[in-house]
């Protein structure tokens, strides 16, 4: 069993950038494929950003060039740079992990809030 727990979220300006942490405890040695998630209300959740275990990372091209995920195995944390903010990126946001054996496992969420 692997939890993830996100965290960073708030209200931001455009324009402006957060940083969302994602802490997996459990089995993490168990652990492949990170992302992070997100879903506006009304619509279906969108793949934003996975990254590897040994860190390549894939964007989506909403937020390719603007938004950077990076891992941090030793502490077991999943990362999301979220730079140059624009009111189309207000979603709740999710970690997912992927295990080795195809398991999937999703966080609580995290609400970012972009204002105009």
């Known amino acids: 069993q692997v939890q993830l727990v996100e965290s960073g979220g708030g209200l931001v300006q455009a324009g402006g950038s957060l940083r969302l942490s994602c802490a997996a405890s459990?089995?993490?040695?168990?652990?492949?494929?990170m992302g992070w998630y997100r879903q506006a209300p009304g619509k279906q959740r969108e793949l934003v950003a996975t990254?590897?275990?040994?860190?390549?990372?894939n964007y989506a091209d909403s937020v390719k060039g603007r938004f950077t995920a990076s891992r941090d195995n030793a502490k077991n944390t999943l990362y999301l740079q979220m730079n140059s903010l624009k009111p189309e990126d207000t979603a709740v946001y999710y970690c997912?992990?992927?295990?080795?054996?195809?398991?999937?496992?999703w966080g609580q969420g995290t609400q970012v809030t972009v204002s105009s």
């Open positions: 997912r992990a992927d295990s080795i054996l195809a398991r999937v496992y």
């Open positions: 990254i590897s275990s040994g860190g390549n990372t």
């Open positions: 459990g089995r993490t040695f168990s652990i492949n494929t």
